[in-house]
């Protein structure tokens, strides 16, 4: 009497097998091709391809190996710095005749060292950039996380670079724009990818790292000029509300795009893509 239940089972795991052979010999194919048209090619042809070969090889294990490692993501960082000993605003003169420097440039100047030189910066990466046969990591399950953490630290710093040049570094807005404020906000400005050649002439630019490195160098210039006195910090309540409120617009905006995010992904309401607006935010 179960014999045509058992049957029917069988016939949908007979299709399901044929399926996922279909499907592995689909993925083989390009590559067994490949090999037949190798084989019959002279050692001209070979090197150059088993070159590339082992250059893709490489790259994709150094693309795993940054993304998969990270050396950024302390839960005790706010611990490491005690600005709790300060008993002066920012640009007071202290006993020794100096001023007091900045603590949001002392952290964002540190932020911006662990994104780009105590870590590697992931999306500058050519193969990062090149996706998964065409497919952009972000759109898949793997390699996009630590990006999009160093990208959501980034917004920060860009964000915190903005309102340093237009508002904390200028007395009530209307003081001259430092100098090193503004240039340090051009470059955390610059783009999240850039790597050393681009496909657009001069086809060489400087990466996004460099630039950050050129805004942290601006930014404890900045702090140094604080120190001697040389240099404006409009330290007052309402900058610093208006500072928190625009970074909380920005981060506030996640739960609006995970909503729009459920809404479109499927009938389950699930979708792959949350886990990066949480390494995000």
Known sequence: ?????????????????????????????????????????GWFIKIP??????????????????????????PEYVE???FRKTSVGVGERLPDNTCQSSAIVVVASDLIDRNVNTDTWVSSNPLSKAGLFGIEWKDTPFFDNKAAFQLGINQALRRTAIELVDRLGRVRGTSSINQNLQEAREAMNYREDAWYATFSPPFLQPTTQSRMRDARRKLLAFNQELSRCQADFDARSDNLMQFIDRVTGDVGST???????????????????????FWFT
């Not at 391809?49 to 302390?74: H, N």
């Open 1 to 41: 009497m179960l014999d045509p239940v058992f049957a029917f089972f069988a016939g949908i795991l007979r299709a399901i097998g044929r399926g996922f052979r279909w499907l592995i010999a689909t993925i083989i194919w390009p590559f067994a091709a490949f090999r037949r048209w190798l084989r019959g090619r």
């Open 49 to 74: 391809v088993f070159a590339i070969l082992v250059a893709l090889v490489i790259g994709y294990g150094y693309l795993f190996y940054i993304t998969q490692f990270w050396y950024s993501d302390d």
């Open 80 to 82: 490491s710095f005690d």
């Open 255 to 277: 739960s609006e795009i995970i909503q729009r995010r459920l809404e479109a992904a499927s009938f389950i309401g699930f979708d792959r893509r949350a886990d990066d607006r």
